[in-house]
């Protein structure tokens, strides 16, 4: 039942045992391994569940971004030409625009859970332009010196490569206040030259990705993994006033999305559960202004930070997102009134 109790309610409840001091109350055996589910993200060291299939990057099987060497040719260190980035390293430990004292304590003490809350209040939507999360962070990790928190592929594993806390490099300097993802998508495009090669269709007029054959399996976990937009057309939509074509993400996508939105907007509960909207109450397709970008707080696409993105593309269903987002939040939002009336009536664990 532990893992049902949120966060807040966690942190509520340490608190009010801090008077206790029973600090080795919950220590295990010597040796005994902590079990996990296989759907934890980790935030500040603290790990969450989110109902959905997560790897974490010290997960056999699971990609490193604080590997300073090559993940694909590990004998190599990025940059070994460019010299652009001599420490190798591909984020910051530090966000920027901290005031000085959190700056001092972070250097000291490392990031806390309440303080990363208060700095961080966007959560990045991302496509890869490779088609899944392997090739994804071959890109980043090994030939662009990039990184982001999360990679989610075809078959709705999402991949975690280094802990919320650090500061990913993925968009610009929205660096500083947010999350990222990049969602596994070959991307959107004015014609359908690139699609009706990555896309192909049964007998029936199903369709489905059509891998090139030098990405092999794609490195999914799903063995056989059949990757179907869950709309069977492309979309055709406006971004940033221009038209484009692209096909949507997989159901498995969406509902492992959908999850990981509703944890940190949970975990981070500066993330708002919306995203940009015109003054129609429309999603927004186009970049926000600067000073738009410093009001808003909530789930965004890259392509509303700048002007020079379209992903995370037309395809996005940003209302089915949000939907599940907030069914998943009442849902929680219910568990939790449930374990805080049990909290002041008893013991919260039973
Ligand atoms: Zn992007």
């Given at each position: 039942m532990l893992r049902r109790i949120a966060p807040a309610a966690l942190i509520g409840a340490a608190l009010l045992l801090g008077g206790c001091?029973?600090?080795?109350?919950?220590?295990?055996?010597?040796?005994?391994?902590?079990?996990?589910a296989g759907d934890e993200i980790m935030v500040c060291g603290h790990l969450y569940h989110t109902g959905a299939p997560v790897v974490l990057w010290t997960d056999r099987g699971?990609?490193?971004?604080?590997?300073?060497?090559?993940?694909?040719?590990?004998?190599?260190?990025y940059p070994a030409k460019a010299g652009k980035n001599p420490s190798a390293q591909r984020y910051g430990t530090f966000r920027r625009h901290l005031p000085p004292e959190v700056t001092a304590d972070v250097a000291s003490n490392g990031w806390s859970l309440p303080e990363l809350q208060e700095y961080v209040d966007l959560f990045v939507l991302h496509y890869d332009v490779c088609g899944v999360s392997r090739q994804c962070f071959k890109v980043l990790q090994d030939m662009r010196g990039l990184s982001v928190h999360f990679m989610l592929d075809l078959d709705g594993t999402i991949y975690q490569t280094l802990d919320l806390k650090e500061r990913a490099w993925h968009a610009g300097s929205a660096n500083d206040r947010s999350v990222g993802v990049e969602i596994a998508n070959i991307g959107a495009y004015p014609n359908m030259n690139t699609l009706d090669k990555?896309?192909?269709?049964?007998?029936?007029?199903?369709?489905?990705?059509?891998?090139?054959?030098?990405?092999?399996?794609?490195?999914?976990?799903?063995k056989g993994f059949v990757a179907r937009p869950a709309r069977n057309a492309p979309v055709v939509g406006e971004v940033q006033g221009k038209e484009y074509r692209q096909y949507d993400l997989t159901d498995a996508q969406y509902a492992s999305l959908i999850k990981l939105t509703a944890t940190l907007c949970q975990v981070l509960p500066r993330i708002r559960a919306d995203y940009p909207r015109d003054a129609e109450g429309a999603l927004r397709t186009s970049a926000l202004s600067d000073e738009e970008l410093a009001q808003f707080s909530g789930v965004l696409g890259h392509y509303h930070i700048t002007t020079r993105k379209i992903d995370p593309g037309p395809a996005l269903d940003w209302d089915r997102l949000m939907r599940g987002v907030h069914r998943a939040l009442h849902r929680q939002g219910d568990t939790n009134r449930v374990v805080s009336r049990g909290m002041h009536g008893g013991n919260p664990e039973r």
């Open positions: 001091q029973q600090p080795h109350a919950h220590f295990g055996e010597p040796g005994e391994p902590l079990a996990r699971g990609y490193d971004a604080y590997r300073a060497h090559c993940h694909f040719k590990p004998d190599e260190v990555w896309y192909g269709h049964d007998a029936d007029g199903r369709t489905y990705v059509t891998l090139p054959r030098w990405l092999g399996d794609g490195g999914m976990r799903t």
